[in-house]
């Protein structure tokens, strides 16, 4: 009887305690939606009044009625379209090598360790290497292409990271099929260990990619112009970006600037939903045909 009660103590304490931390990670989700709904509704009810036509298609101005975000919109595509290829290709093919072809040795496992703790380097130290080595090394100057490879180098550590966890998580009876019906190994990776892996690194770009777009420090390291009334022609135009833009108008005193900078954080929120749901998308198409 002493014992029956002993367990149903221990049973009742473990349900107790699984309620407190429930109600502690609810009360944490909770707190971060919550924070989240209140800085929206502020950037949109300060910004939507600006946000119009005229705003999307006007360069930036030195008076808040006529300051437009186009010339910030394109220098981002721009950089994108760089950043996006450059460190895919460079991030996927890195982890491809360290997980199937690198030797398991301790200078194997002593680059795996940097690139794990290059992810916490702050983006500034980024903006610092792309200054010595893109614009003054290369002579790259403060152009687009000089912009896009800084980013590209700040995010490849965690593409790297997330790529091969994806490529640890296939299971190895998938290899062995692969290799019993007489594939070689790049035909296995190629056409099964790839696609399977496709949701998982997806997921990692997405969030490394959402953080390229929204850093401004490496940018303004590399000498990313605060104001211009171009678009660029090329990757070897100058350029600016719009957290740049954005960072612009909020430091300015006038009150009518902090409602532009508003209006462009509401651009930037859209352009990163459209990005992101995009990919989301595609690793969702993936995930159920593997």
Do not use: C
Not at 67 to 95: C, D, E, F, Q
Not at 109 to 119: A, P, T, V
Not at 204 to 230: C, D, H, K, N, Q
């Amino acid at each position: 009887m002493k014992l029956v009660e002993k367990n149903n103590k221990r049973i009742n304490n473990r349900l107790m305690l699984n309620n407190v931390f429930k109600g502690l990670f609810f009360l944490a989700t909770f707190f971060g939606i919550v924070v989240l709904a209140i800085l929206v509704m502020r950037i949109v009810s300060q910004g939507a009044s600006y946000l119009d036509w005229d705003f999307l298609s006007n360069y930036a101005s030195r008076k808040a009625e006529d300051a437009g975000i186009k010339a910030a919109i394109y220098g981002t595509v721009w950089i994108m379209a760089i950043v996006a290829p450059v460190s895919l290709i460079l991030g996927v093919g890195t982890a491809i090598y360290l997980e199937e072809y690198a030797p398991d040795n301790k200078f194997t496992h002593f680059i795996e360790l940097n690139i794990s703790n290059l992810s916490g380097v702050p983006s500034i130290v980024f903006g610092l290497l792309g200054l010595t080595v893109f614009v003054r090394l290369l002579e790259m100057g403060r152009s687009v292409l000089a912009g896009g490879l800084t980013m590209s180098l700040m995010i490849l550590p965690v593409i790297v990271v997330s790529s091969q966890e994806a490529i640890r998580a296939i299971p190895k009876e998938q290899y062995e099929a692969s290799y019993a019906m007489g594939a070689t190994k790049w035909q296995t990776i190629r056409t099964v260990v790839l696609p399977a892996a496709v949701p998982g690194i997806l997921t990692g770009s997405i969030l490394a990619l959402s953080r390229a777009v929204g850093e401004t420090a490496p940018l303004l390291m590399i000498g990313a112009m605060t104001f211009i009334a171009y678009v660029p022609e090329s990757i070897l135009s100058g350029f600016t970006a719009m957290p740049i833009q954005i960072f612009n108008w909020a430091g300015r005193p006038q009150e009518e600037f902090q409602a532009v900078a508003a209006a462009g954080s509401i651009v930037l929120m859209l352009m990163l939903v459209i990005m992101n749901s995009l990919a989301i998308y595609i690793r969702n198409k993936f995930s159920k045909r593997y």
